[in-house]
Nanobody
Framework: QVQLVESGGGWVQPGGSLRLSCVAS????????MSWYRQAPGKERELVAR????????NYVDSVKGRFTISRDNAKNTLYLQMNSLKPEDTAVYYC????????WGQGTQVTVSS
């Protein structure tokens, strides 16, 4: 049974930082391309960042470039998202996503940025 469990969300003031984690089980983590998505109230889910399974290449949505960093630790089956200089518009539920031949989603973790 595949599980993706996110943690690290919470409330933070604008300009603050959070680090999200996603622990995977039931799959060969190193073989999966991993991503973070987010969904704000009333909006569609959007891709935030992706990291490949092969060469570690990363991609980011323009709105987070220079502020967010995606990384992975294959030995720990864990995906990370370091979020710095957070803005109110970053408020959303953040989801971990794994894809190879099949795709899996985590349950999400809430990030709220407000003063």
């Amino acid at each position: 049974q595949v599980q993706l469990v996110e943690s690290g969300g919470g409330w933070v003031q604008p300009g603050g930082s959070l680090r999200l984690s996603c622990v995977a089980s039931g799959l060969t983590f190193s073989s999966f391309s991993m991503s973070w998505y987010r969904q704000a109230p009333g909006k569609e889910r959007e891709l935030v960042a992706r990291i490949s399974s092969t060469d570690g290449r990363t991609n980011y949505v323009d709105s987070v470039k220079g502020r967010f960093t995606i990384s992975r630790d294959n030995a720990k089956n864990t995906l990370y998202l370091q979020m710095n200089s957070l803005k109110p518009e970053d408020t959303a539920v953040y989801y971990c996503y794994a894809v190879q031949l099949r795709a899996y989603w985590g349950q999400g973790t809430q990030v709220t940025v407000s003063s």
